[in-house]
């Protein structure tokens, strides 16, 4: 006798347009199989895959549970991975995690480890040293500009903006 279970392991009608649709808990695992996410990424996932709230409730629980879900630790991590790149400053980062459905509190405690073992200036120069490669040719003040408006959409303050257009246009600033 043949076995009619379809090449998906599901035994339905025989149709194969009618497949039964995997449980949350796996399609959670898969979405997190691909990196880490945040208990905001995974709920918005289930339920854009049409889940029923109380079904993405539970596993959120149940992952959560597991340690498969901690937002403090993927805030942390975020931080000093984004860092460490240079590729954002605070301001920024806080930003990017707030879109990621990341506590107040838990951005403000993954910040304050960033303080300790991150120096802003020295990221903003190094960001600006690669930035002005692109700049070359161009006048002072559109220089000046560009740098300024590329270093604050990395989110750093106003002052270290300041200080390290100063610093590293200074050259330019006597040329005009």
């Known amino acids: 006798m043949p076995d009619d279970a379809g090449l998906d392991g599901s035994r339905g ?3 194969p347009s009618v497949r039964e649709r995997p449980d949350a808990w796996h399609v959670a695992l898969k979405v997190l199989a691909v990196r880490a996410r945040t208990t ?16 993405v409730a539970a596993v959120m629980a149940r992952l959560t549970a597991a340690r498969y879900l901690d937002d403090a630790d993927f805030a942390r991590t975020w931080v000093s991975a984004r860092a460490r790149r240079g590729a954002a400053a605070p301001a920024r980062l806080a ?22 073992e991150w120096d802003a200036a020295a990221a903003a120069g190094e ?6 490669k692109s700049l ?4 002072a003040s559109v220089a000046r500009r560009r740098l300024a408006a590329f270093l604050d959409r990395r989110g750093f303050s106003a ?6 257009c100063r610093r590293y246009l200074a050259a330019a600033d006597e040329s005009d």
């Open 13 to 15: 009608s025989g149709d």
């Open 40 to 55: 905001h990424e995974v709920r918005q996932a289930l339920t854009r895959r049409g889940y029923p709230p109380d079904e």
């Open 95 to 116: 930003r990017e995690l707030r879109t990621k459905g990341i506590a107040g509190g838990e951005i403000a405690a993954a910040l304050r480890g960033l303080q300790e």
């Open 127 to 132: 960001a600006a040293k690669r930035k002005l």
């Open 136 to 139: 070359q040719g161009l006048p």
């Open 159 to 164: 002052d270290i903006v300041l200080a390290t």
